[in-house]
């Protein structure tokens, strides 16, 4: 596994190229954004979106958990999609996840979502809270600082353009180190993307592909930046 | 007194007003007539609209020729009236009401389209008017009621203007379903279109009918009158060695000012959006006086600003009006004395149509003055100006087998009280569109919308349409009443209202261009400086600014390539600069900068494929000029690069424009002829073109389109509940799962196919692989850029670096050291 181990605040901390964020001294991993029942929500509303990316988000979590042997999951909110995604298929996926992994404890932080699609049923064993504060970090959603502690969040979906000098940039999602908060990239695989606008000071961590690499910031992009483009 | 007379005909309507119809609108009466379909095509500005409407009207009084006898109440709906552009039906229906008026026929004139008032459709819910003008979207919705065959069945003729703007898009596909149905309940509705000139008539007057067995062979009336068409050039006095796109255009402000202020009324037309904000601001700078004469006109402005600019070029008040293809179409504007084009002409058609919109007096001469913005335009101009003189003009190619319009059509009709699927396969099949649809593709489509695609298990939850009895119909009202807010099939930009923070709409731009800016950041837009404020719910806030510069957005689209016609005629001009003819004047002036390609490397011949090799600080680079317009150029780059990446691993970056492409590599590209042969051969073309498809982001960026229209993207409506919001994904955040889930989704085949057929024009770059293969290969190793190349290299710099500035510096140094060594030789 190609984590990228760095420090914050005195706490070591890995950045991990499946979209989560793990705490080794607390044996705690964490996502954001995980949208489950995304796809259902389309396909009940009558847009055909293809099944399976529940299955693979689930395995992708599997991966995770096996990698780092964390023992306890925090889901910095947005569980569900929507109401209208808890259709028998992803519920039934989702449950059986839970099943193999029984000795996982998990916590899940309530998102904008999940106010309109509700709190996993209890059989699941979930913790569902608002927000959970655990010296020096806060675990919540929304990006915003908090006087207990630097938050850790979710809610944005943050991604980073990376210039190239020889052709078009690409965009990547990205962890986001501000002075106020820590924002992680979304971990559900049907989910989008918003650009991140970079402070000095920022730090930026982008996943590609099967790595996380810090970006440093680049000369004369924080401003001005709308004389690229070109089309 | 109009009462007195037994007899009421067009005739006298038109001899009370001393007009004179012409000929081919005297053919067009007595075709309508003879109850046959077809299409007439005349210059913008002669009367095509009266040429079927008076007939339409003559008819009916043919059969009512006692007025003592006609009804007292409106005549039930006759005729619809499609126009592509919803901002022209004001215009129209005026122009269509005046005739009817005077002569005091029991006719009514409505209009239907996104526009339309609440209380007028209410009103046209009791009762359509006789004749109703609305657009492709509006008739697909009004299809998509229940009621549609009671309220639509009847109908006589359907006229669609400006069908060349409609043929070749999926506008026109949804045009051809909906006529197909017209017709299907009225085997013997009249269709009519309305066309500009195009090299491609036959065809699509053929597109418009349909291929319904037994039917008639279209009637095609040409209005061509032999209108004189001047195509003169600003000449710049010292032509740069060196062009690239930008540098001249304002060089040559004061000539541009020189030639308006000749005329009383000028259209300054150009090819961007960007481009006309800066020539408004340019002008203005020079002539602060001219502040209340001069106006700008795009697309993206508010429709309250452009109704006011088109009112005063109406009046004939406005000196000036900076615009893009926004007025390119539709109504009139008599007092237009000029019209000035800027850059490139991109088209034989398109420049004749520009400079037809001056001259409308009878007997008036059409005059377009060219303004280069680059040297090579020159010879673009003396090119388009050859061709027009020998009468090649362009066609525009129908669109086949579009699935995702097929797919909205068939909800449409679902919604509509349901189909049965045989009954509607022949009806699809009598469209040009889907004439070779095969049973395959209907099922794959009618799986798509019941159950989302073919395999049963991929889309579980999923239903807009089930079978009852044979029937398709919708599975709930929420279906209805999501699609028929989705109907439509032009695909738009997520675009951000600009207002001021008092209050005021400006227009809008796209939210990529608002994405990079912050509060306080200053754009120009709508001829002014503005200062961003703040952004929310999809509105811009902005203040006006007292700086005078600030970044110009830039939209999607609009960026046409050359034309094959242009393109071959420009090759043509380089043929004869090469035997020593320079007989134009704009030949003439750009002769030095041949003369310079031909001493640094070569002017190519129309049979020489010019291959040129250097060495850049970045890496190898090589520039090649088939002249085959800006996207085949794309294409045939982006295959040639994916050929030698295949062999030998390396990244290349390809920069394609309207003559070549340049090829940026780290390995060398530097190959024998033999190699090049084998890169440029057209075996295996189609594989490699898919190949090359995967490896790039080209179908990814299509998808965008087809997951609107196939209603994978709901993009909602203003006002929207937010439980729409839920709804809402990115096409390419689709495009990406459906590869990876549904790989074999036909959707993504036709992103693909689109690809290739209408963005590299798979066609086109067959023929030009063949046209080179029997070419000769000229292999120059150059050691500095030549006038040929420089542009390509300029264009990457511009991509590939971050701020303008850098670039312009870097490039204004480059020439200099450029000319310096052109000096020294």
Not at chain 2, 24 to 33: D, K, V
Not at chain 2, 184 to 205: C, F, K, M, V, Y
Request: aromatic share 8%; net charge neutral; hydrophobic share 40%.
């Amino acid at each position: 596994m190609n984590a990228l181990k760095t420090e914050y605040l005195g706490e070591p901390i890995w950045l991990l190229p499946q979209k989560g964020l793990y705490l080794p001294r607390r044996q705690t991993l964490l996502v954001a954004d995980t949208h489950f029942g995304k796809a259902a929500t389309f396909r009940s509303a009558g847009i055909p979106v293809p099944a399976g990316t529940t299955a693979t988000d689930l395995s992708r979590l599997s991966d995770l958990l096996e990698a780092t042997g964390a023992t306890r999951l925090v889901v910095l909110g947005d569980f569900f999609h929507a109401a209208a995604g808890r259709v028998a298929g992803t519920m039934d996926a989702i449950a059986t996840w839970i099943d193999e992994h029984r000795r996982l404890s998990v916590m899940i932080i309530r998102g904008n979502h999940d106010e309109q699609a509700g709190d996993p049923p209890n059989e699941w064993q979930c913790e569902c809270l608002d927000e959970f504060v655990e010296p020096p970090f806060v675990y919540r959603h929304h990006p915003a600082p908090h006087e207990d502690g630097y938050p850790l969040c979710g809610h944005m979906h943050p991604s980073v353009y990376i210039s190239d000098r020889h052709g078009p940039g690409l965009t990547a999602p990205c962890f986001w180190f501000t002075a106020r908060c820590a924002v992680l990239p979304a971990f559900g695989g049907f989910t989008g993307r918003a650009a991140i606008q970079r402070d000095v000071g920022d730090r930026v961590f982008a996943v590609c592909a099967d790595a996380v690499l810090e970006i440093p910031p680049s000369k004369g992009r924080l401003r001005n930046r709308s004389a690229r483009s070109r089309r | 007194m109009i009462e007195s007379r037994p007899l009421i005909s067009i005739d006298h309507w038109l001899a009370e007003r001393s007009w004179r119809p012409f000929d081919y609108q005297r053919r067009a009466w007595q075709a309508y007539r003879d109850g046959e379909s077809g299409l007439v095509h005349a210059p913008t500005g002669t009367g095509k609209s009266y040429s079927i409407w008076l007939g339409v009207l003559d008819n009916w009084l043919a059969t009512h020729s006692q007025r003592d006898c006609w009804p007292t109440k409106p005549e039930p709906i006759q005729l619809l009236w499609i126009t592509p552009m919803r901002a022209l039906a004001n215009d129209l229906v005026g122009s269509l009401r005046a005739p009817v008026a005077d002569l005091a026929m029991p006719w009514t004139v409505g209009i239907r389209t996104g526009d339309t008032s609440a209380a007028e459709r209410k009103k046209q819910k009791a009762r359509l008017p006789t004749a109703l003008v609305t657009t492709p979207e509006s008739m697909s919705l009004m299809l998509s009621y229940p009621d549609a065959r009671e309220r639509l069945g009847e109908l006589q003729c359907v006229v669609v203007d400006e069908w060349h703007e409609l043929l070749g898009t999926k506008r026109g596909v949804q045009t051809e379903l909906g006529l197909a149905r017209l017709r299907n309940w009225n085997p013997r509705l009249q269709t009519w279109g309305l066309s500009a000139t195009l090299g491609n008539l036959e065809e699509a007057a053929q597109v418009l009918m349909g291929h319904r067995p037994g039917a008639d062979r279209p009637c095609i009336v040409s209005g061509e009158t032999p209108k004189e068409i001047q195509i003169r050039t600003i000449l710049p006095v010292d032509i740069e060695r060196f062009p690239w796109a930008g540098h001249l255009g304002v060089r040559l402000l004061d000539q541009v000012i020189a030639v308006i202020e000749q005329a009383k009324s000028t259209l300054l037309f150009t090819n961007t959006r960007s481009q006309t904000e800066i020539w408004f601001r340019a002008l203005l700078a020079a002539r602060p006086a001219w502040a209340a004469e001069i106006a700008l006109h795009h697309g993206s402005l508010d429709r309250d600003v452009r109704s006011y600019v088109e009112g005063r070029l109406r009046d004939g008040t406005m000196r000036c009006v900076v615009c893009t293809s926004s007025l390119d179409l539709g109504v009139d504007f008599t007092p237009v004395d000029q019209v000035i084009q800027i850059g490139s002409p991109k088209g034989i058609a398109r420049l004749l149509q520009r400079a037809g919109r001056s001259g409308h007096q009878p007997g008036a001469v059409s005059r377009v003055v060219c303004v280069p913005t680059h040297a090579f335009e020159l010879v673009e101009y003396a090119a388009a100006r050859s061709a027009a003189m020998r009468r090649q003009i362009e066609g525009r190619q129908p669109i086949e087998l579009a699935m995702d319009v097929l797919a909205q059509q068939l909800v449409t009709i679902g919604i509509a009280g349901g189909f049965i699927a045989d009954e509607l396969l022949a009806e699809v099949r009598t469209t040009h569109a889907f004439r070779r649809l095969t049973d395959t593709q209907w099922q794959w489509v009618l799986d798509f919308v019941v159950r989302g695609g073919q395999s049963l298990r991929a889309y579980p939850e999923y239903s807009r349409l089930m079978p009852v009895d044979g029937r398709y119909v919708p599975v709930s009202q929420r279906v209805v009443r999501m699609h028929r807010m989705s109907i439509g099939t032009i695909s738009s930009d997520a675009s951000v209202q600009v207002k001021y923070l008092k209050g005021g709409r400006l227009g809008t731009v796209e939210e990529s261009f608002l994405a990079r800016l912050r509060p306080g950041d200053c754009f120009v837009f709508a001829g002014k400086t503005l200062e961003l404020a703040l952004v929310r719910d999809l509105t811009a806030y902005v203040r006006k600014s007292k700086k005078t510069s600030g970044t110009v957005p830039r939209w999607d689209g609009g960026r046409f390539p050359l034309s094959s016609q242009l393109a071959a005629a420009v090759r043509e001009k380089f043929a004869d600069a090469r035997d020593g003819l320079f007989d134009d004047p704009e030949m003439k002036t750009v002769r030095p900068v041949l003369q310079l390609q031909n001493d640094w490397s070569q002017l190519p011949g129309p049979n020489d494929l010019l291959i040129e090799n250097s060495k850049a600080r970045e890496g190898h680079q090589v520039f090649v000029y088939p002249f085959e317009g800006r996207s085949v150029n794309e294409g045939l780059a982006m295959l040639l690069a994916y050929r030698i990446a295949r062999n030998d691993p390396a990244s290349i970056t390809v920069t394609p424009n309207d003559y070549g492409f340049e090829l940026l590599s780290s390995s060398s590209l530097e190959f024998d002829e033999p190699r090049w042969r084998k890169l440029l051969s057209t075996e295996d073309l189609l594989e490699d073109l898919l190949d090359c498809l995967n490896a790039s982001e080209l179908a990814r960026r299509q998808f965008r389109d087809i997951a609107r229209v196939a209603g994978l993207v709901f993009s909602g409506y203003p006002g929207a509940p937010k439980s729409t919001r839920q709804l809402q994904a990115s096409s390419g955040l689709l495009y990406d799962v459906f590869c990876e889930y549904d790989a074999h989704n036909l959707l993504l085949d036709q992103a693909r196919r689109e690809v290739l057929t209408q963005q590299l024009e798979s066609g086109r770059m067959f023929a030009a692989l063949e046209r080179i293969s029997s070419m000769r290969l000229l292999l120059r190793f150059t050691p500095r850029l030549t006038p040929l190349s420089f542009p390509l290299w300029a264009a990457r710099i511009q991509t590939s670096h971050l701020t303008t500035e850098k670039a312009s510096t870097r490039i204004e140094r480059m020439v200099k050291q450029l000319e310096k060594a052109a000096g020294d030789k």
